[in-house]
Structures are given as structure tokens and as C-alpha cells.
């Protein structure tokens, strides 16, 4: 089992960058793939990077691609997710997903992904 708690979110202009963190209990950490998701409001849960237990693999959303960055820390049992040259549109709800199922999965899997975060908001004004 494993709890994550994301952190970190805030109010970023747009153009400007933002890290966010998601921490997680237990000591099974390093056999998750993890990944990021974000709902923005009257919108579908999407999803948006997924790394692999290494963090070896990376995969992300086409609307990400080239400005966001997942990482993780197995010694800190944490995933980051750097976004970079942020747009309004890019504001949302973003949690933390963890599972079992490999990364590049976790796009097309993630009603059956096992584990969320509670979520931290970022917006990006104009």
C-alpha cells in the first residue's frame, strides 16, 4: 500500500514555471511506475507524464510534451513534476498516480490505477 500527497501547486503567469512534488509512504515506492494527472474544471481527469520504477522511461501527454519534465527520487520516495513556459490552459487540479502497471499504460489504464493523491491546484493567469 502507499499514500501520496502531492504539494507545491500555486498561482504562476503565464510563461513562468512551476515544480510540483508528490511524496509517498511505504517502503514499496521504487516498484511504482508513477505518474501525473490533471482535471481541470467541467473537464475529464487526464492524463498528463508517467515515469517507469527507474525513472529510465519517460512518456507524456502530446499537450506537455517539450515543456514538462516527470522525474522521481527513489531515496526520497517522491516524483516531481517541472512544468515549464506555462499556459492559462494548462490550469487544473494535478494528482499523483501510482501503480503497478507500466508507465506507458497509464495513459489508456488509469480508471484502474490503484493509488491517488488528493491533488493540488495550479493556475496560470493571462
Known amino acids: 500500500q502507499v499514500q501520496l500527497v502531492e504539494s507545491g501547486g500555486g498561482l504562476v503567469q503565464a510563461g513562468g514555471s512551476l515544480r510540483v512534488s508528490c511524496a509517498a509512504s511505504?517502503?514499496?515506492?521504487?516498484?511504482?511506475?508513477m505518474g501525473w494527472f490533471r482535471q481541470a474544471p467541467g473537464k475529464e481527469r487526464e492524463f498528463v507524464a508517467a515515469i517507469n520504477w527507474s525513472g529510465g522511461s519517460t512518456y507524456y501527454a502530446h499537450s506537455v510534451k517539450g515543456r514538462f519534465t516527470i522525474s522521481r527520487d527513489n531515496a526520497k520516495n517522491t516524483v516531481y513534476l517541472q512544468m515549464n513556459s506555462l499556459k492559462p490552459e494548462d490550469t487544473a487540479v494535478y494528482y499523483c498516480?501510482?501503480?503497478?502497471?507500466?508507465?506507458?499504460?497509464?495513459?489508456?489504464?488509469?480508471?484502474?490505477?490503484?493509488?491517488w493523491g488528493q491533488g493540488t491546484q495550479v493556475t496560470v493567469s493571462s
Open positions: 498516480a501510482a501503480d503497478s502497471t507500466p508507465p506507458e499504460y497509464f495513459s489508456s489504464d488509469y480508471p484502474r490505477i490503484d493509488h
Open positions: 511505504g517502503r514499496t515506492f521504487s516498484s511504482y511506475s
